[in-house]
């Protein structure tokens, strides 16, 4: 797997205003706009236009986008951010989850992993898995403070890079789970369920049909 309506609101590093983000469904014609994010991220490793069209129409496949609001301006923001799952009929995969450089350290992140979780709590999935490179360290620390723990750890998982990865678990049938971006930063995340369904899941022995997922995140 690829290294994976509200407003939020956080300064970024050296930036005068606040960046603003509201999450809604990952639509089609968001794709050219995720295909630079991809090249942004993940370099050799992206995913090409291809392959982020056949996996946002996917079996068990969700997808959701971090849409840029601009208060000076009208019309629709930039994506600034997106993240996906699998569902296979009892946990949930993140496939994804990417968040712009300049909009990073803004909570995004952690907005688009709430949507997440959310759907798969609608699901009705008892985890969520992901893998997250072992260098990717703010992501890690992202994911231990939503209750993810590592599992194990995969050598060489993430190619052309050679990078290992961890595998990391959250379990849903926990009494209590995280379900706040930040406390600093109050947002409010839309109702996933304004997206369409993700489809009937696959036999649980099918696996992606991506190549491994990745997620980039200085949250």
């Known amino acids: 797997m690829a290294d994976p309506a509200g407003v939020a609101s956080a300064s970024g590093p050296g930036s005068a205003s606040r960046t603003q983000a509201r999450v809604r469904p990952l639509r089609a014609s968001d794709l050219p706009q995720v295909v630079g994010l991809e090249v942004e991220l993940f370099g050799r490793g992206a995913w090409s236009y291809g392959m982020l069209a056949e996996e946002l129409g996917g079996v068990g496949r969700w997808y959701v986008a971090a849409e840029e609001v601009r208060l000076d301006r009208a019309g629709p923001g930039d994506v600034v951010g997106y993240a996906g799952l ?5 946990i949930t995969q993140v496939m ?3 968040v712009a450089t300049r909009a990073q350290h803004c909570g995004i992140g952690s907005q ?3 949507a997440l979780v959310d759907r798969s709590r609608q699901l009705g999935a008892t985890g969520v898995l992901l893998e997250v490179a072992v260098t990717n360290a703010a992501a890690i620390t992202m994911y231990e403070k939503f209750g993810f723990v590592r599992l194990g750890l995969r050598k060489r998982y993430y190619q052309p890079e050679d990078v290992d990865a961890y595998t990391m678990r959250l379990d849903l049938t926990a009494v209590s789970v995280p379900a706040e971006p930040s406390a600093t930063a109050p947002s409010a ?3 996933p369920a304004g997206a369409a369904p993700a489809a ?5 022995n099918a696996g992606p049909s991506t190549p491994p997922a990745t997620s980039q995140e200085t949250s």
């Open 86 to 90: 699998w569902f296979d009929g009892e």
């Open 112 to 114: 688009l992993l709430v």
């Open 200 to 204: 009937a899941a696959p036999s649980a």
């Open 96 to 98: 994804t989850l990417g």
């Open 189 to 191: 995340v839309s109702d």
